[in-house]
């Protein structure tokens, strides 16, 4: 099912909440930002555990702000599982559709079926309390999904595990959200989970939606400052003037040529992440886009060798491959493609 937003406002005083969204059916939609940024309260509002003060809200058409919350068709999954800790995996997952008295033999049959699904046979009569965390979270999950909800809410529901395995359980997340085509929006303030799991991201600062995009395009061509330094390594370098015809800026390190140059009138920066510097001879009279300085610092990641490097009284940070011949204290020039520079 598709879900609509459209100027949802909440007012809390010194917080204020003013969201636009959509997720097309099957998507996974996250929504990404700094803490208390309105992330939790978006979904709250979706769930109906939230008043919203104006805007509409509609899922498939269907207007939810009339809906009372456990009329809403959605499900939620948070951090803490939220489980009954004395009952066993069967009972939990079974919770739902006892509610909806459904038949024992389905639901006997439906509860197997989600244990398959969330990788859970064996567990039916175990006490919720004697699972690991991320047993736990795949129980939620189950039992979540069982009653067939039109939209799945996920807020932070791996930050409580460690990180191996929160990469394994978001991929099965994934996996799970895509074999059952189910509407999804996936609270989290970490880029990298939202880069690897989503479809679309919205990324949120201060009660708004900065930028709604894929995460190639998030990543590639942020719009915003705020985008640009919440995702990735950034570089960003004060601009003088910028000649839009040209597409080109000038620096104190020199002019550089753009593939974007943001409108609005207030302080300008050009943009582009530190893998896209590329080390190159400084006599090269083919390419633009180069700048000269002094590596003063590097450290090693295994697959990169990630650089600062001091240009005039900045630094630069480049990534580059990690046998790259380069060491602290020599002379390097940088060319950054035009393609990968944006003024911001
Ligand atoms: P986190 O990642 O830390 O969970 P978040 O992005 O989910 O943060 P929210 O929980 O949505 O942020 O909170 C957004 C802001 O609204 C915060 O400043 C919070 O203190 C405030 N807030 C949330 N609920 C209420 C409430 N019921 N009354 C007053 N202020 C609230």
Not at 151 to 172: F, G, T
Not at 255 to 280: H, M, N, P, Q, T
Request: hydrophobic share 40%; aromatic share 6%; glycine share 6%.
């Amino acid at each position: 099912m598709s879900i609509t937003l459209n100027d949802i406002h909440r007012d809390f005083g010194d917080f204020k909440l003013h969201m636009n969204l959509q997720a097309e059916k099957g998507e996974l939609i996250s929504l990404l930002g700094p803490s208390g940024c309105g992330k939790s309260t978006t979904l709250r509002i979706i769930a109906g555990f939230e008043e919203a003060d104006s805007g509409s809200l509609f899922l498939e058409g269907k207007d939810l702000l009339s809906i009372s919350p456990e009329k809403r068709e959605i499900a939620m999954v948070f951090q803490d599982y939220a489980l009954f800790p004395h009952m066993t995996v069967f009972d939990n997952i079974a919770y739902g559709p006892k509610i909806r008295k459904w038949s024992k033999e389905k639901i006997r049959e439906e509860v197997n079926r989600f244990l398959k699904i969330v990788h859970l046979e064996g567990f039916a009569d175990r006490k919720t309390e004697m699972l690991s965390g991320g047993e736990q979270q795949r129980v939620a999950l189950a039992r979540a999904l069982i009653t067939e909800p039109k939209l799945l809410l996920l807020d932070e529901p791996l930050s409580a595990l460690d990180a191996r395995l929160r990469k394994k359980l978001r991929r099965e997340i994934r996996n799970i959200q895509r074999e059952l085509e189910i509407t999804t929006l996936y609270v989290t303030h970490d880029q990298e989970e939202a880069l690897a799991i989503s479809d679309k991201i919205a990324l949120i600062d201060n009660g708004e939606c900065i930028q709604f995009d894929t995460p190639q395009n998030l990543y590639r061509k942020p719009q915003h400052i705020f985008a640009a330094g919440f995702i990735g390594n950034a570089n960003l370098i004060p601009v003088g003037n910028i000649d839009l015809k040209s597409m080109s800026a000038e620096t104190e390190m020199g002019k550089f040529s753009v593939d974007y140059i943001r409108e609005g009138s207030d302080e300008k920066f050009i943009f582009f992440r530190s893998d896209k510097c590329l080390i190159v001879r400084d006599d090269n009279p083919e390419l633009s886009n180069m700048i000269s300085g002094t590596v003063v610092d590097e450290e090693y990641t295994g697959s990169r060798k990630d650089l600062e490097i001091q240009v005039g009284n900045q630094i630069i940070r480049a990534s580059v491959p990690e046998d790259s011949p380069v060491a602290v204290n020599d002379m390097v020039t940088l060319h950054i493609p035009e393609q990968h520079c944006r003024v911001l």
